[in-house]
């Protein structure tokens, strides 16, 4: 049950009070919703998933939502529900409505048979205590003009088309993001119109001097293989021309593909610098690059993982190696995940986790058990922090059966 200061009570937002939905947003988050842009980009969380706490005055203190996600995980995908626009009016802060929002989330995401919630952290300080563990970090580059690649055989036989990016570029772009993240735990395909409209929407209000979005297709004759959204920003020095390139998305299904679209990217006229989008850590361009040192990379946090309900959420991923171990899970939040859990994974990578009341082989709690969920993380160097207790020999096991072999990332912020 979800607890409120007196005279405050949880609403599912109707349709018909989405403006004021976004006002709540708009006053956290500083925001401003030009008309312009809510043309080109609708509102994208679902009606049904529009919650919101309502003051004693009848308007609406805080606001959260969720999208309905087919979460790829290792070796499959598990129901999520991905947290997003949560708000809290900045003079209703600090008074609990964030933590009554998060229980209704919980709530609402059970009933709805989603073992799973993820997110992103608007600051990192904030989800933890919830049992959000940070599951995946992803990396953007600056590059300079002219970084050297290794070569791929059949890059050069391959054709780049550029053209203005526009609507009608939606579904390949959506259909490349999907075929280019196979495999890849935490690469969320985006469920909704409303969301596939912002692979391609470009709301001049958003490009701070940037031209409009192009767009650059990869192609082997008709077949495409790879794509990216940029755009590029003027600029002259000194010595000469400095323009930016900016790059939203790019997605590409094999190597020689990367290799054709990344040489583009990185050898446009007049520019000198390529800034990539969010990347996963083991992205292939970094594989590519010749000379990784002169590239600037900032590190950051991706998706936060939080198990709703553990034995569902950890028999819908597969496993890289059998495992016979018991788990002491503590959850402060969701009592049902606390205790001992059995996790028994047989040689097809399959699990079962039952209740037992046998002696726990390694300790942890929800939040970590979150952060080790899309296989990203190794319980050995929790452990090193403390945060994972266990046997040595215990710790190994469970690493090497929850990892993945790409690093989980997912390439958009929700
Ligand atoms: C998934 C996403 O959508 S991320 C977007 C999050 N939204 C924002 O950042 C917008 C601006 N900020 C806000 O709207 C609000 O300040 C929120 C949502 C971050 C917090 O809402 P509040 O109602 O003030 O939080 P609430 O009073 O329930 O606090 C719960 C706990 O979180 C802590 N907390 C709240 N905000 C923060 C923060 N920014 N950093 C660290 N701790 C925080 C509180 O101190 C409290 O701690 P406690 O459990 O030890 O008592």
């Not at 919650?51 to 070796?75: I, N, Q």
């Not at 606390?338 to 046998?358: F, H, I, K, L, Y």
């Amino acid at each position: 049950m979800s607890t409120l200061p007196h005279g405050y009570r949880t609403v599912v937002v109707p349709p018909e009070r989405r403006d004021e939905f976004r006002a709540v947003d708009d006053l956290a988050f500083a925001g401003w919703v030009d008309p312009e842009i809510a043309e080109i980009l609708p509102f994208p969380v679902p009606e049904d998933r529009m919650v919101a706490v309502e003051g004693p005055d009848g308007g609406l203190a805080a606001v959260h939502g969720s999208y309905p996600f087919e979460m790829p995980v290792p070796g499959g995908t598990v129901a999520c529900s991905g947290l997003t626009w949560v708000g809290v009016r900045p003079d209703q802060r600090r008074r609990g409505l964030l933590r009554s929002m998060i229980t209704t989330h919980v709530e609402r995401s059970l009933e709805r048979g989603e073992p799973v919630s993820a997110l992103f952290a608007a600051e990192a300080a904030i989800y933890g205590r919830f049992g959000y563990g940070s599951a995946s970090d992803s990396v953007n580059l600056t590059l300079p003009r002219g970084a050297a690649l290794r070569p791929v055989a059949g890059a050069d036989a391959l054709d780049v088309r550029l053209e203005r990016l526009g609507k009608e570029h939606e579904d390949l772009a959506e259909e490349l993001h999907r075929r280019a993240g196979a495999g890849r735990p935490g690469w969320m395909p985006r469920p909704t119109a409303a969301l596939r409209a912002r692979l391609v929407g470009d709301p001049p209000a958003w490009r701070q001097g940037f031209e409009p979005m192009l767009i650059v297709t990869v192609r082997d004759g008709d077949d495409v293989r790879a794509a990216a959204a940029f755009s590029r920003k003027e600029g002259w020095g000194e010595g000469g021309p400095e323009y930016k390139v900016k790059v939203r998305w790019a997605f590409a299904l094999d190597p020689a593909a990367t290799h054709r679209l990344w040489s583009f990217l990185l050898d446009l006229d007049l520019t000198s610098t390529v800034e990539t989008p969010m990347l996963p850590v083991d992205d292939a361009l970094l594989h590519l690059l010749v000379d990784p040192r002169p590239i600037q990379r900032r590190t950051g946090d991706n998706v936060w993982v939080r198990v709703l309900d553990l034995p569902a959420a950890l028999q819908g991923r597969r496993y890289a190696a059998p495992l016979d171990v018991v788990l002491d899970v503590s959850d402060a939040l969701v009592p049902a995940n606390a205790g001992r859990w059995r996790v028994a994974v047989g040689a097809d990578g399959a699990a079962t986790v039952t209740r037992t009341e046998a002696d726990a082989d390694v300790r942890l709690d929800v939040r970590e058990l979150g952060a080790l969920y899309l296989g990203g993380r190794s319980a050995t160097a929790l452990a090193s922090a403390g945060l994972v207790t266990g046997a040595p020999d215990a710790l190994a096991r469970v690493t090497a059966a929850f990892t993945s072999p790409l690093a989980p990332v997912c390439p958009w912020v929700f």
